[in-house]
């Protein structure tokens, strides 16, 4: 019976974002496992991704308030569920693996836990970040002051105008970083460059796994990992709930991109870069940073640029000495739209696995 449950649950996570499949090893269930009590995954098969109060769970469950209370608030703490409070009443609903529960293990991770997480990305899971081509789960956009400004950016586009806008900022470490350092794998790159908004902001706050900020703050962070060779990648909608500052050494989403063919085949993005090639003075610099491997250096002493792999993230052009680079819009007909909302991100996603963000314990 406790190893049903578990199976369960697994089935249960593929059904949200980017997935939770199978391996040929098992090592998705040892996960499990080890971050969920029976108990704890019993409840969670339970819970729908809409949060509500524990009251609305038990009545609806049948199970003692106070019980469940007590499961729910166990469950927050180890970043198993997500959790919105207002006016002192916390309403609580399911995460996904990916973003979500993964992320929350920054403060938890041993090597025993990293270890199973690097053998399950290695077996399974990379592959799922990109089959949902091109709606993926985070969207790499130009790093700060590479753009035109006669282009018309909309705000999704521009990291600054995305935190100006924002009320609340936290900002976390890299769950994908502190994995690989607890491996001794990763790179020495900053590790605290995830930007949260909003009421995810807030779930990191009260979690303890983010502090807030300023904007002022997130924009100087964002400079760092400018200079540092960090991807920016929001989360792939209109209104991203947060921003992830990416190297493809240690992330879960630029790995499996620099290791696909076609990079902008997969992401769509809306720029790519150009050389002006009587400035380029082959130095090698934008190859060197470039984290798709897009760059050569051509027999005519030149960067040339792949635009298979190239996916407009810019960091070719900040450093480059000669301004040799820049970045231009792709055709129309190549870029994409992100979805409206988080919502829209998740249940776009779903669709296109084949899933639906309905529990499988309420859609029968």
Not at 334 to 357: D, H, V, W, Y
């Given at each position: 019976m406790n190893g049903e449950v578990y199976q369960r649950l697994r089935e249960q996570l593929d059904q949200y974002s980017v997935g939770y499949p199978s391996s040929e090893s098992g090592v998705e269930m040892a996960i499990?496992?080890?971050?969920?009590?029976?108990?704890?995954?019993?409840?969670?098969?339970?819970?729908?991704?809409?949060?509500?109060?524990?009251?609305?769970?038990?009545?609806?469950?049948?199970?003692?308030?106070?019980?469940?209370?007590?499961?729910?608030?166990?469950?927050?703490?180890?970043?198993?569920?997500?959790?919105?409070?207002?006016?002192?009443?916390?309403k609580f609903g399911a995460l996904p693996f990916a973003p979500g529960i993964f992320e929350q293990q920054t403060e938890t991770m041993d090597i025993e836990l990293a270890?199973?997480?690097?053998?399950?990305?290695?077996?399974?899971?990379?592959?799922?970040?990109?089959?949902?081509?091109?709606?993926?789960?985070?969207?790499?956009?130009?790093?700060?002051?590479?753009?035109?400004?006669?282009?018309?950016?909309?705000?999704?586009?521009?990291s600054r105008d995305i935190v100006r806008n924002q009320k609340l900022i936290a900002v976390a470490k890299c769950i994908c970083r502190v994995q690989k350092g607890a491996l001794d794998k990763g790179c020495d790159k900053p590790v605290e460059t995830c930007l949260m908004f909003g009421s995810p902001a807030q779930y990191y706050i009260d979690r303890g796994t983010g502090r807030r900020i300023t904007a002022d703050e997130?924009?100087?962070?964002?400079?760092?990992?400018?200079?540092?060779?960090?991807?920016?990648?929001?989360?792939?909608?209109?209104?991203?709930?947060?921003?992830?500052?990416?190297?493809?050494?240690?992330?879960?989403?630029?790995?499996?991109?620099?290791?696909?063919?076609?990079p902008a085949e997969v992401i769509k993005p809306s720029f790519y870069a150009l050389v002006d090639r009587e400035r380029c003075e082959a130095c090698e610099t934008c190859r060197e940073r470039c984290p798709m491997d897009a760059i050569t250096i051509g027999g005519d002493d030149a960067a040339e640029i792949n635009l298979d792999r190239c996916i407009g993230c810019g960091l070719c052009v900040s450093t480059c000495p000669t301004e040799a680079l820049s970045l231009d819009v792709r055709p129309e007909n190549?870029?994409?739209?992100?979805?409206?909302?988080?919502?829209?991100?998740?249940?776009?996603?779903?669709?296109?696995?084949?899933?639906?963000?309905i529990p499988l314990a309420m859609s029968k």
């Open positions: 499990l496992k080890k971050l969920f009590s029976g108990a704890e995954a019993e409840m969670f098969l339970l819970l729908s991704m809409k949060p509500e109060t524990p009251e609305s769970v038990a009545k609806r469950i049948g199970r003692d308030i106070g019980t469940v209370t007590a499961l729910l608030e166990r469950m927050l703490k180890k970043g198993l569920v997500f959790c919105r409070r207002k006016d002192g009443i916390g270890e199973l997480f690097e053998d399950y990305f290695q077996d399974a899971f990379h592959k799922n970040f990109t089959e949902t081509s091109p709606v993926l789960i985070h969207r790499p956009i130009p790093i700060n002051r590479v753009i035109d400004v006669s282009y018309p950016m909309a705000i999704y586009e521009n997130a924009l100087t962070i964002l400079d760092q990992c400018e200079e540092a060779g960090l991807v920016t990648q929001p989360f792939n909608a209109q209104t991203p709930a947060n921003i992830c500052n990416c190297c493809p050494d240690c992330c879960v989403v630029l790995g499996p991109l620099k290791k696909h063919p076609c190549q870029r994409l739209e992100p979805p409206e909302n988080g919502l829209q991100t998740f249940m776009e996603i779903a669709g296109m696995r084949g899933k639906s963000l």
